[in-house]
């Protein structure tokens, strides 16, 4: 009886032992982040961007490129794909002859004459013909910063290709955009984003309703970093993740919700919409700015006619500009409820 025991404590503790090499690696596997851990390696790997994609791997057969320039909204693959790029041009000496930059941290003439001039004339290393500057934010640059890159960019192009990362392509200067070959990275889209979530939850074995894999979706708008992270923010909670989860980490209210608020404005309930605002902002945690980018979303989701939408979507603008140009927060949303309201009396739309 006791040598049994002892066998099974003893058995316990050998099953309970970790090596500190383990441990280290248990602790490392919590820290990782999942949008480096699932960062596409290869060119084929990236998601809904197709056209740009194959045009990008025929600069790797033919091993050449012109300065190119990655335009496109937040998260949907551009430092991901330059990477790739790099990494498929030149194999194992892609470390040395590739360099990111972000524009955003300095954004003055000096950054340009200095550390981005210094990289562009060094020759490349271990054969390549080339070297490649990534420049994240490059829409950050002063126009004055932009000039200056330019005259580096023809100087050195026999040497360097820059790749020019944005999300507003118009902020950079007509000159430098002649000089490259633009490629507009897509929102990536809804069923696409679910597929990808859907494989990162099945790798870490979580359980996810499908419901909170169209939160997700929904939530991201397009940008993928933000459904992968939102995604792993959810699951810290534990492994079963839910729609609710979703929400409640994500700050967003749930679209009905938000629905039910301009619902019960345009049918002339001034107070109760305004509790329901008051509802959605203490328990989402939400800011004015928030409330105004969801509620315009919610637009498109009403029954009303085309003419109504086109007057609340007006109004909804003017609203937002003047929340982020610091104008009272709760007084413009108040403001917009109120105008839902008049909108809803003066067509007499109850029925929604
Ligand atoms: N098209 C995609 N396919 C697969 N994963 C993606 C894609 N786009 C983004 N991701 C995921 O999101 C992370 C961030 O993407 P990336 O750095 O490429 O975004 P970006 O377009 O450069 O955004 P930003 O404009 O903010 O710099 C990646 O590490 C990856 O996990
Ligand atoms: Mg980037």
């Known amino acids: 009886m006791i040598a049994s025991s002892i066998q099974f404590g003893f058995g316990n503790l050998m099953q ?9 690696e248990a602790m490392k596997e919590m820290r990782e982040i999942w949008i480096e851990k699932y960062r596409p390696k290869q ?3 990236v998601i809904g961007q197709k056209e740009v994609i194959d045009r990008l791997q025929s600069y790797v057969r033919t091993k050449n490129l012109p300065h190119l320039m990655f335009a496109g909204p937040a998260g949907t693959g551009k430092t991901t794909s330059a990477l790739a790029l790099a990494k498929e ?10 360099v ?8 003055g003439i000096d950054v340009v004459r200095g550390k981005i001039k210094e ?4 020759s490349p290393i271990g054969g390549a013909g080339f070297k490649i500057i990534f420049l994240d934010e490059a829409d950050a640059l002063t126009s004055d910063a932009q000039a200056a890159l330019r005259r580096t960019m023809e100087k050195y192009s026999a040497i360097c290709r820059f790749i020019l ?3 507003y392509s118009s902020k950079i200067i007509e000159p430098i955009q002649s000089r490259c070959a633009v490629f507009r990275f897509r929102p990536v889209r809804a069923e696409d984003m679910k597929k990808h979530i859907q494989w990162i939850a099945k790798m870490e074995k979580l359980e996810v309703s499908d419901e909170a894999f169209d939160a997700l979706v929904h939530v991201a708008s397009g940008d993928m ?3 992968v992270n939102s995604l792993q923010v959810a699951a810290a909670l534990g492994d079963k993740v839910t729609i609710d989860i979703i929400y409640q980490t994500t700050g967003t209210a749930r679209p009905e919700e938000v629905k039910r608020l301009l619902v019960t404005a345009l049918s002339g309930n001034f107070l109760e919409a305004r509790n329901l605002l008051d509802e959605l902002m203490i328990s989402y945690g939400l800011s004015g700015e928030d409330v105004i980018k969801q509620i315009h979303k919610s637009f498109f989701e009403l029954n009303i006619p085309d003419i109504e939408k086109v ?4 109004k909804t603008g003017e609203v937002e500009f003047r929340i982020v140009e610091g104008s009272n927060e709760r007084i413009q949303l108040e403001a917009l409820l109120a105008y839902l309201v008049l909108v809803g009396s003066t067509t007499g739309t109850r029925k929604i």
């Open 16 to 24: 309970m032992y970790i090596s500190p090499k383990d441990f280290l």
């Open 89 to 98: 041009i030149f194999g194992e000496a892609w470390r040395n002859n590739f």
């Open 43 to 45: 060119l084929k790997e």
């Open 225 to 227: 970093r933000k459904a």
């Open 311 to 314: 007057k609340l979507i007006d």
């Open 119 to 122: 990289f562009a004339r060094t």
């Open 165 to 167: 990362s944005c999300n």
């Open 100 to 107: 990111e930059m972000n524009a955003s941290d300095e954004r």
